[in-house]
């Protein structure tokens, strides 16, 4: 599953540089997650970075893109060659 910022965002900027698919970016009025570049950091780290640096806990797991973790990891890997 990809994840989501909920409106509870307080816009502080610390999870944008932590994400490393650059799925965090700058919306309207809060930061938004791309759920296309979204792996919960699986093929990057044993936890999701936005969610541990998070200092108000506004960043849940989206219902709307359930993916298992082999679905993440087959991203990860998309993303990866399309890198090279």
Known sequence: MALYITDMCINCDVCEPECPNDAIYQGEIIYEIDWQLCTECVGHFE??????????????????????????????????????
């Open 47 to 84: 936890t999701s970075q936005c969610v541990e640096i998070c200092p108000v806990d506004c960043i849940p797991v989206d219902p709307a893109h359930r993916e298992s973790p082999s679905e993440l990891m087959a991203k990860y890997e998309r993303l990866i060659r399309k890198q090279s």
